[in-house]
């Protein structure tokens, strides 16, 4: 990626507990070690990070050999995901991620949380505004 932007000045780890979370449905391609992963649905979206929800395939090529996870122990990925912007137009959202949870939510679905490391140049507003419309929709 080019252009990268730390995330909002953070020092060391954001407190993840100071973003809301929002529910969403959207598509999230991801890359580990420049491999394209099959494509995954984004469930919940913050200032801070994402949740996807994925296979198991998947998940042994995001995570192989069952490597440990932890904020400490962060898988890096590169993430791209597209969100509505206005009426009728959209923006892609690129940014570096570091995976830093995964939750078995059944034999087929894993949930694994990442927190954005670095944006390309101005995600972070473009987030912000998209954030910002979906919690006074009530989101």
Do not use: W
Request: glycine letters at 6%.
């Amino acid at each position: 990626m080019s252009a990268l932007s730390s995330s909002a000045g953070f020092t060391g780890r954001p407190n993840l507990r100071h973003y809301h979370r929002i529910p969403v449905n959207l598509e999230v391609f991801v890359e580990r070690g420049g491999e394209a992963l099959p494509s995954c649905t984004i469930n919940n979206l913050s200032r801070a990070g994402l949740q996807i929800e994925c296979t198991p395939e998947t998940l042994d090529k995001l995570v192989p050999n069952g490597e440990p996870v932890a904020p400490q122990m962060a898988i890096p990925v590169q993430v791209a995901f597209t969100i509505p912007v206005g009426e009728s137009e959209s923006t892609c959202i690129r940014a570096r991620c570091d995976v830093v949870t995964v939750r078995r939510i059944a034999r087929d679905c894993f949930h694994v949380g990442m927190s954005f490391a670095e944006f390309e140049e101005d995600a972070v507003p473009m987030l912000d505004h998209y954030i910002n419309e979906q919690l006074s929709a009530g989101v």
